[in-house]
């Protein structure tokens, strides 16, 4: 980066933080969804949910849904990409995984995505520390899958997680055409949810056949209205609030704070334990987003070539 980003107000900050929250907080409500109910039946109110809230926003706000086939058939690939695929993966990777392991495997999504980035567009290509990056976010992945050899099937969810993560980073490059159809962002992020919604609805009803389970429990429902509200339609919310003032680098920050936030809640409330294995793993995962965000360097630069008092 050329730059230092713009320095984030208390309130970013603070917004940012909230986001991290909700978005981390989605580890943990799966976590309590799913021992009750299949993941792609949670994937599915997740975004059916999020579709009613944020319908009823676009009204308030007085923004139409566009009704071109194109725009429609661009919600459709990034509802697959960015819900259907990449939320059914997660929720079934953690009926056995701790959501504090899910969300760790999940920040590599920035890593896949700038490689996606270099083959993808002509613009973003790897270089520099973009390159260490994704060397320092490869060598987390195996240091946190390595050390969870022997625990039993433990390796196919991880994976699955990494693939949701590929998808989200296929989504992003996929996203930005929106921007060149003039579709506003909460009407595309409204699309998205309405699109994946009508993808999810048949798979459901022939694969999990939701009907053959019990009414959840009041702390399933409780889970699940924190993912509708909380996780999805204030997420988007907070997620373009913070996008219109303190920009996409700043906001690339939420990366950072997920995995802490989705670790607390499930030590905390669930009880769940990680490994020397999964810290280690996490640990040099940051570096590599640190090394792909670029402003610790730019900041440390920017020191060295201070002069001396």
Not at 127 to 143: A, D, Q
Not at 152 to 172: D, K, N, T
Not at 248 to 259: K, M
Not at 277 to 305: C, K
């Amino acid at each position: 980066m050329k730059q230092i980003a713009h320095r984030m107000t208390l309130l970013e900050w603070s917004l940012l933080t909230g986001l991290s929250l909700v978005w981390g907080g989605s580890f943990f409500f799966a976590a309590v969804a799913i021992a009750e109910l299949p993941a792609m039946t949670i994937a599915f109110i997740r975004v059916c949910g999020g579709a009613v809230i944020l319908l009823l926003a676009l009204r308030l706000l007085g923004i139409r849904l566009p009704r071109s086939r194109t725009v429609w058939l661009a919600f459709l690939g990034m509802g697959l990409m960015n819900n259907a695929i990449p939320f059914s993966l997660i929720f079934w990777a953690q009926t056995e995984l701790a959501s504090g392991v899910a969300s760790i495997l999940n920040a590599m999504t920035p890593i896949f995505t700038v490689i996606a980035a270099h083959f993808l567009t002509d613009d973003e290509h790897l270089s520099g520390g973009r390159i260490i990056g994704v060397l320092f976010g490869f060598s987390g992945v195996f240091i946190l899958m390595g050390g969870s050899r022997g625990e039993g099937g433990a390796i196919l969810p991880q994976i699955a997680v990494l693939g949701a993560g590929v998808s989200y980073a296929l989504a992003s490059i996929f996203g930005k055409r929106f921007g060149r159809l003039g579709v506003p962002p909460m009407a595309t992020a409204t699309g998205q949810v309405c699109a994946s919604s009508l993808v999810l609805l048949p798979v459901v009803l022939v694969v999990d056949q939701p009907w053959t389970y019990g009414w959840p429990s009041g702390g399933v429902i409780w889970a699940l209205a924190g993912l509708v509200v909380l996780s999805t339609a204030v997420g988007y919310f907070l997620y373009f609030r913070i996008l219109s003032t303190a920009g996409a680098t700043n906001l690339a920050l939420v990366t950072f704070l997920i995995p802490p936030s989705a670790i607390l809640l499930g030590v905390l409330v669930l009880n769940e334990s990680l490994g020397w294995n999964h810290i280690a793993g996490m640990a040099v995962i940051g570096a590599g987003l640190a090394a792909i965000d670029g402003r610790v360097f730019t900041v440390s630069e920017r020191f060295r070539r201070r002069p001396a008092p």
